[in-house]
């Protein structure tokens, strides 16, 4: 199953944010996974709007990753400037914001859903070479990590 790049693509004001961005959600009806996976893309000075998702029923945790251009994300007061290939994670009950700073538009891929258990990928060859290079980069740092 393929999805277009800008198939069912909407603009929307996201919590109150500056500017509309235009979104994508790949595959909404299709996958059964518990959470969206979204394509924004937010116009220079653009916003997502500052906000939280409660915990409770309505919790969301929400990952981001910057594909191009340039974005700020703030979660509970840390600044965080990203480049491309950057992430942030917002877990739920944290006040977040993403802004555009740059002069062109920041294409970012959001997956948000409700908290639950990781499962365990050590068995997968991603999963264990991921943790490997996790552990000797913290290592390296000397964090333990």
């Known amino acids: 199953m393929r999805e277009r790049a800008g198939r069912a693509r909407f603009a929307i004001t996201l919590h109150g944010g500056e ?3 235009e979104v994508q959600w790949y ?3 299709q996958s059964t996974l518990p959470v969206a996976i979204q394509r924004w893309e937010l116009p220079p000075g653009g916003s997502e ?3 939280a998702h409660p915990p409770g029923a309505e919790a969301l945790e929400e990952v981001y990753v910057l594909l191009e251009g340039a974005a700020v994300m703030t979660v509970d007061g840390e600044r965080f400037d990203l480049g491309p290939g950057d992430a942030v994670l917002a877990p739920p009950g ?3 914001d993403l802004v555009n700073p740059g002069p062109a538009p920041a294409s970012v891929l959001v997956v948000w859903g ?3 258990t ?3 990928w050590a068995s997968f060859r991603t999963g264990r070479a991921s943790r490997d290079a996790a552990e000797r980069d913290a290592a ?3 964090t333990g990590e």
Do not use: K, V
């Open 19 to 21: 500017r509309p961005s």
């Open 27 to 29: 595959f909404r009806e």
């Open 49 to 51: 709007g500052m906000h």
């Open 94 to 96: 944290t006040q977040h």
């Open 114 to 116: 409700p908290p639950g």
């Open 118 to 120: 990781a499962m365990d």
């Open 140 to 142: 390296a740092q000397g």
